[in-house]
Structure formats: C-alpha cells, structure tokens
C-alpha cells in the first residue's frame, strides 16, 4: 500500500528558503511522475512542478525562475527547492504521485499536505 510523506513546510519570511521532501512508501512503487500541488484557501489547486521518470520537469509560470523540483528515483523521494518566496506562495503543498501500467492504467497518490506560510 502506497503511502505518501511530505516534510519541510513551515513559516519563513518573504524573500527567504524552504525545501520540501516527499518520500513515497511501497512494494514495487514506480512512478512515471511526481510532484507538487498547492491550494491556497478559496483557490483551486494548482500545479507548481512536475517531474517524470526521465527528468523532465515542468513549473507553474509563477515560480518557473524560483522553484526547483529534484527527484531520488531509488528513494522514491522527490524534493521542492522554493528559493525567493513571496506572500502569494503561502498554501498547503501536496505531493503527488501518478503511476502508470499497461493493464490499470494511470493512477494518483496524495500525501496530507504541509504548510507553507510566507510573512511580509
């Protein structure tokens, strides 16, 4: 059974670092793409990056020059490097997993989520 963790949010003040972790739990777990959601309260949840199997990655235009997404494909852990933050990426993160085989098809892990929150 497929379990994902998420660590590393917190509160920070604008202009400054978090990195976020995602570590995903199971037998035979490989998933072709990984990454990171996050909802703000009242908004719809959004992409911020994506990362597939063979390193191709993909941001939100929002964050495409400050965030860095990495992934450890024998850990099943992918990681969020948020440099430069500001008070609008303040939400709860989620980390996502998607899988993929000929006979089930696609399907998407979630982790809990963990907060970020950015002061000005």
């Known amino acids: 059974q497929v379990q994902l963790v998420e660590s590393g949010g917190g509160l920070v003040q604008a202009g400054e670092s978090l990195r976020l972790s995602c570590v995903a739990s199971g037998s035979s777990f490989s998933p072709v793409v990984m990454g990171w959601y996050r909802q703000a309260p009242g908004k719809q949840r959004e992409l911020v990056a994506g990362?597939?199997?063979?390193?191709?990655?993909q941001y939100v235009d929002s964050v495409k020059d400050r965030f860095t997404i990495s992934r450890e494909s024998a850990k099943n852990t992918v990681y969020l490097q948020m440099n430069s933050l500001k008070d609008e990426d303040t939400a709860v993160y989620y980390c996502n997993a998607k899988t993929w085989t000929p006979l089930t098809g696609s399907r998407d892990y979630w982790g809990q989520g963990t907060q970020v929150t950015v002061s000005s």
């Open positions: 990362i597939t199997s063979g390193g191709r990655t």
